[in-house]
């Protein structure tokens, strides 16, 4: 069981900047595939970003390549995502999860689907103004 509470969303302009953060608690989460996901209004959740928090591999979706990044600090139990040059659709409902890692470790979070990922924040909402 991990609970996860994201933060750090709100409004900003289309070149704009925002670090949303969440915060870990229960399980070892660093044992999880972590990843974030966003859904827009009318539209299906996706994925952002993941990352196995034991390892340094990463992956992005393409559309946030070079602007977004993921990345944790283990002594506050929390993951980040550094968003930049916000565009307009970036706007949408921004929501960290975990997923149990199946199989050896090296391959975890390697073509997880939103469905593998059991425990969710609650979402914070992300609108950038053109």
């Known amino acids: 069981q991990v609970q996860l509470v994201e933060s750090g969303g709100g409004s900003v302009q289309a070149g704009g900047s925002l670090r949303l953060s969440c915060v870990a608690s229960?399980?070892?989460?660093?044992?999880?595939?972590m990843g974030w996901f966003r859904q827009a209004q009318g539209k299906e959740r996706e994925g952002v970003a993941s990352?196995?928090?034991?390892?340094?591999?990463?992956s992005y979706a393409e559309s946030v390549e070079g602007r977004f990044t993921i990345s944790q600090d283990n002594a506050k139990n929390t993951l980040y995502l550094e968003m930049n040059d916000l565009k307009p659709e970036d706007t949408a409902v921004y929501y960290c999860?975990?997923?149990?890692?199946?199989?050896?470790?090296?391959?975890?979070?390697?073509?997880?689907?939103?469905?593998?990922?059991?425990?969710w924040g609650q979402g914070t909402q992300v609108t950038v103004s053109s």
């Open positions: 999860a975990a997923a149990r890692v199946i199989g050896p470790h090296y391959t975890a979070c390697q073509e997880y689907e939103v469905t593998d990922f059991g425990y």
């Open positions: 229960g399980d070892d989460w660093t044992t999880y595939c």
């Open positions: 990352k196995y928090p034991r390892s340094l591999i990463t």
